[in-house]
């Protein structure tokens, strides 16, 4: 392992920049917090507000119940009498079977949404239009989605497929390099970009790795990516508590370039990267993006400062499809927390029912029989089988990017100790009170445990 730096020759450079450059770090830090809020999909604030909710106060029902929607309008939290709004109600990303409009007069209605005689999600989403300007809202029942079981189907040979691409991995030498990044470290905490060795000669696995400073073996968090192309600045506050972070990138081109970069790929080469070999099971995409998780565990191991035992995944939406992956892959993985899921039950359109993204046979035009063979191989359904240990999960019902029937079908098959906080009106994004469960739940886990 080559580490391009001197631990001694850089230790007056980390005070220097902590002691002089500690007014503009923090000033950085605020800028990133506040830029990386406003890039969250939470919905921003709006002067009118359509608030919609099922009936239940949980809303939740069991298959066959009458589903109600409540359907408010405010402006400056009054009820605005006498706006028009435009509603369908359906199963979640199918056609609507209910559509109509109404005078809401006093400001508020109650719209009969129907019911599902299976289980799943009944949606009704509502247009309301106020001084020429459209708002929207949007609510989802669960019917029963304890007993929603996965479409994928599992492949025979599922076990020995992934057996056989570990084999081939640890086939691969690591050839890691380690580049401190001083500008990042903190008084507690080193920071390096990882440049690892993946699936095969010549092929990178890039991410920020985080290490306390404190001599002393320590447990760790690996973060695994939500959809896109992106650079990485790794968390150092959770290496700050004592605990080894690697957060990854998995399109093996380095994670601290500037944005344009990212930018620029992800509207070009990388611009629709999780169909690229979808008709190949063996050259799919996501093979080396499974095996390079498998490959970052690796790393951590071989890291002095790792534990040797104490080791969580986490992340969300792609990152919590990977996180599930690669808990039911490699069992030196102790706890998973994941948001979201993504690559849930993918065939799940095939059968006239919500699939998880990327949503890959919603359109019927690009289906065809290899698609739906590999899919198998991918499917985080079918890892969600294999996983046994602990884990955190929590989404909304709201979601229109990973719809909730797909993540059902892929929480339903764990068997393993299993903790679901859901978030019933959030899409596509968190609270900050799921994020604050989810670190509680695993710094508990890994520094409780450490301490036994």
């Known amino acids: 392992m080559k580490r391009a730096f001197s631990q001694n020759a850089k230790a007056d450079l980390n005070r220097f920049i902590q002691v002089f450059c500690g007014n503009l770090k923090a000033n950085i830090c605020l800028l990133v917090f506040l830029i990386s809020l406003n890039t969250q999909a939470q919905p921003s604030e709006k002067l009118v507000k359509v608030a919609i909710a099922p009936d239940h106060a949980d809303w939740v029902y069991n298959i066959g119940d009458q589903v109600k929607f409540k359907v408010m309008v405010t402006c400056h939290n009054e009820m605005v009498q006498n706006v028009k709004i435009r509603y369908e109600v359906g199963s979640e990303l199918m056609n609507a079977m209910i559509k109509d409009s109404a005078v809401l007069k006093e400001g ?28 929207e809202g ?27 691409g570990k084999r081939d991995l640890a086939t691969i030498p690591m050839d890691v390099k380690l580049t401190l990044l001083p500008e990042r470290c903190t008084e507690l905490t080193n920071v390096y970009q990882a440049n690892i060795q993946n699936y095969r000669i010549g092929s990178r696995l890039y991410g920020i790795v985080c290490v306390p400073k404190k ?6 968090l690996l973060k695994v990516p939500g959809a896109g192309v992106r650079g990485y600045s790794g968390d150092v506050a959770m290496a700050d508590l004592g605990i080894i972070t690697l957060e990854i990138g998995i399109h093996g081109i380095p ?21 690229f070999n979808l008709d190949d099971r063996d050259k799919y995409y996501y093979k080396r993006v499974y095996l390079g998780c498998v490959r970052a565990i690796d790393f951590i191991f071989s890291l002095p400062e790792f534990d040797g035992s104490n080791l969580a995944v986490t992340g969300g939406s792609q990152g919590g499809a990977l996180s599930i992956v690669t808990a039911g892959l490699d069992n030196r993985v102790k706890y998973l927390a994941a948001f979201y899921p993504a690559l849930c039950d993918l065939s799940g359109f095939l059968l ?33 089988k294999n996983v046994k240990i602990p884990g955190f999960y929590s989404w909304g019902y709201n979601d229109p990017v990973c719809p909730p029937t797909s993540m059902f079908s892929a929480y339903n098959s764990i068997t393993a100790p299993k903790e679901l906080i859901i978030m019933q009106e959030t899409g596509h994004w968190s609270y900050p009170e799921q994020n604050e469960k989810s670190k509680q739940w695993l710094v508990r886990r890994l520094i409780g445990n450490q301490q036994k």
Request: glycine share 10%.
């Open 108 to 135: 508020s209605i109650i719209i009969p949404g129907g019911t599902l005689h299976e289980p799943g999600f009944l949606r009704c989403k509502i247009v309301a239009e106020y001084d020429g300007i459209k708002y």
């Open 255 to 275: 994670v601290t370039m500037d944005a344009g970069v990212y930018n620029d790929l992800g509207r070009a080469a990388l611009d629709g990267y999780m169909f």
């Open 352 to 384: 006239n029912r919500a699939g998880g993204w990327p949503q890959m046979f919603r359109d019927p035009k690009e289906v065809s029989k290899e698609k739906i063979e590999t899919s198998k191989y991918y499917d985080v359904v079918n890892f969600a």
């Open 215 to 220: 001599p002393g073996k320590y447990p760790a």
């Open 138 to 164: 949007v609510a989802t029942a669960a019917m029963s989605p304890e007993l929603i079981k996965p479409t994928a189907e599992y492949p025979g040979d599922f076990i020995q497929f992934w057996e056989k």
